[in-house]
Each structure stands twice: as structure tokens, then as C-alpha cells.
């Protein structure tokens, strides 16, 4: 898996061949410290190894070469961040598509502010996508611009969009802002539940 890291933007390519583990369609929902754990380094290369099909603790350990104590920390905080999930024996991304969002409070009225500029979508062919803020002109000097270029253009036929940033950047922002406010919100305005699972209150 390639992976590019950037203040703003995180972006790893999935190798085609590899297994591919059971992925959830979820969005997921998340406050910005939950959702900030994925920056550090070794919580990625834990998501990232679960993304590659090592899903049981002892495929974990050997893939990141993490100490047992260690690792069932780090899992714990992915887990009780909402990151992951776990059935049975088995540790599995939680979603597709990951954004962050702010409760507010105007009039009287509780409001559910989601961030259109910080957030992240996950394929199990095409890789992990993090966003946090606007990239900036990274991609001309990147050796992975061309495999960006032709992994963006990939998930863009494979969801039917149209992208018009010229910079694999600037479409990795433009593909999550789509799922954002194309798929997300027009499926809350269409009369889509929210459920909260025992046990995340």
C-alpha cells in the first residue's frame, strides 16, 4: 500500500491484488478528537493493516510489529473512537465514509453542524483518504502523483462523479465533499435515521 502523508491530506493506495476484508458501507459519524486520532502514525498503519485484510489481533502484531500491550491500547482508542469495530475475533473498519461533526445550540434549537473539510472515505479497493483542511500544492512535486491521478479518476467512475479539480488533491476534497453533501446529506433530508448504538453514549 502507498501511502503520501501531509498536514492536510493523507492518502494511501491500495496494492489491487491482496485481500480484500469485509467492509462496512456505514457513514460514521464523529467529534474532531475522536475523529483526530487517525493523525497519529501509528493508529494509520493499525487502520491501514486492518484495510490490507489483517483483521485478528496476532496479524496486527506481526503487520505493525507493535508489542501486544501496546497494540491493545492503540486498539482500544480506535475502537472507542469509532474507527473500528470488532465482531467476534475480528477487527474491521467502521465505515465508509468518515465525518466530523459540532453540536451547537442557536435559538433554543440544537444543531448538528457536519465539516465539510475534515473528514475521510475508505475503499477496500482503493485506499484510505484522510482530509484535514485544504491541501495545498503537494501533488506537483509527489512521486505518486500519477498513481493518485489514476486511483482518483478510478473511484470517481467507479461512485458516478464528475471532478473538476485539477490536482489529485484538490479531487480527493471535492470526491469526499460530494459524498458529503450529494449522498449524506440528501439522505438525512430524505427522512434517513440516525441510530446510536447501546454503549456509545
Known amino acids: 500500500m502507498n501511502v503520501v502523508t501531509k498536514p492536510e491530506i493523507i492518502v494511501s493506495i491500495n496494492e489491487k491484488t491482496g485481500k480484500v476484508p469485509d467492509f462496512s458501507d456505514d457513514y460514521v459519524l464523529m467529534r474532531e478528537k475522536e475523529f483526530n486520532a487517525v493523525l497519529d502514525g501509528v493508529n494509520l498503519s493499525i487502520i491501514l493493516a486492518i484495510m490490507r485484510g489483517h483483521t485478528h489481533f496476532v496479524e496486527l502484531m506481526r503487520e505493525t510489529g ?39 445550540e442557536i435559538n433554543g434549537n440544537i444543531t448538528i453542524h457536519i465539516s ?47 471532478l473538476r479539480g485539477v490536482e489529485p488533491g484538490e479531487a480527493y476534497v ?28
Open 116 to 162: 465539510t473539510d475534515k473528514g475521510a472515505f475508505a475503499d477496500p479497493v482503493y485506499g484510505l483518504v484522510v482530509i484535514s483542511g485544504e491541501p495545498r500544492n503537494y501533488c506537483s512535486t509527489c512521486p505518486l502523483r500519477q498513481a493518485c491521478v489514476n486511483n482518483v479518476k478510478s473511484m470517481a467512475r467507479k461512485y458516478g462523479v464528475q
Open 66 to 104: 507493535l508489542q501486544k500491550g501496546k497494540l491493545a491500547r492503540r486498539l482500544k482508542r480506535l475502537l472507542d473512537s469509532g474507527w473500528i469495530t470488532k465482531e467476534g475475533n475480528k477487527y474491521l473498519v467502521s465505515g465508509r465514509i468518515f465525518v466530523v461533526y459540532d453540536i451547537g
Open 174 to 201: 471535492e470526491l469526499f465533499r460530494l459524498f458529503v453533501e450529494r449522498d449524506l446529506t440528501r439522505k438525512l433530508r430524505s427522512g434517513w435515521r440516525i441510530i446510536i448504538k447501546k454503549g456509545e453514549v
